[in-house]
């Protein structure tokens, strides 16, 4: 079974700091990179997906993913307490029953404090 | 655009009993899944289907069973309700199954208990 982890938090940081969320990976091959927040008593929802090596930006969030160390992360700067969720990180199985399918870790809960 | 639609939201079941859980799609996707999420076990894939006409077992398959009814819905029945199912239930699609760049669409979640 490939894995995906992460740590379970909770992550907490001072709002306008950076939060920096990182995630590891088992399947040396996965090519296709994600990650969603999920509110409290909510369901999941998208906010980066990355899929080459290097840093990828969208507003206030940065994905970064190094393939050879099998590492993607999630930066927010200028974390807002809005933010406080928790962020799962998913990777793109490519073997048997699990190709095309996305494996997620269990979650990082992240708080901002005012 | 609705989305993801899934009824119901909330269901309470005895130990025994049977439902289904409806979910229905209106972005034309061709893959759909359900996961079930519990805490401390992250989100976890019960049943999936590529495409219209086929099913398969995901990572815990025991205890229920699917139908992909049209390329729009894909329903989860659960045939003799265990109190260890009790969980959180989202339905999902995307585009295409092994496309790359199609990521994951949820609906909103049925919470289910079973006492």
């Known amino acids: 079974q490939k894995e995906v982890e992460q740590n379970s938090g909770p992550l907490s940081v001072p709002e306008g700091a950076i939060a920096s969320l990182n995630c590891t990976y088992s399947?040396?091959?996965?090519?296709?990179f994600f990650w969603y927040r999920q509110y409290s008593g909510k369901s999941p929802e998208l906010i980066m997906s990355?899929?080459?090596?290097g840093d990828k930006e969208d507003g206030r969030f940065t994905a970064q993913l190094n393939k050879a160390s099998q590492y993607v992360s999630l930066l927010i700067r200028d974390s807002q307490p809005s933010d406080s969720a928790t962020y799962l990180c998913?990777?793109?199985?490519?073997?048997?029953?699990?190709?095309?399918?996305?494996?997620f870790g269990k979650g990082t809960k992240l708080s901002v404090k005012p | 655009n609705a989305g993801v639609t899934q009824t119901p939201k909330f269901q309470v079941l005895k130990t025994g009993q049977s439902m289904t859980l409806q979910c229905a799609q209106d972005?034309?996707?061709?893959?759909m899944y359900w996961y079930r999420q519990d805490p401390g076990m992250g989100l976890r894939l019960i049943y999936y289907?590529?495409?219209?006409?086929?099913?398969d077992k995901g990572e815990v398959p025991n205890g229920y069973n699917v139908s992909r009814l049209n390329k729009r819905e894909f329903s989860l029945r659960l045939e003799s309700a265990a109190p260890s199912q009790t969980s959180v239930y989202f339905c999902?699609?995307?585009?295409?199954?092994?496309?790359?760049?199609?990521?994951?669409?949820f609906g909103n979640g049925t919470r289910l208990t079973v006492t």
């Open positions: 999902a699609s995307k585009l295409e199954g092994g496309y790359m760049y199609s990521p994951l669409h």
């Open positions: 399947d040396r091959v996965s090519q296709s």
């Open positions: 990355i899929y080459s090596n």
């Open positions: 998913a990777v793109m199985g490519n073997y048997g029953g699990s190709q095309g399918n996305l494996i």
């Open positions: 972005m034309n996707h061709n893959s």
């Open positions: 289907s590529a495409s219209e006409g086929t099913t």
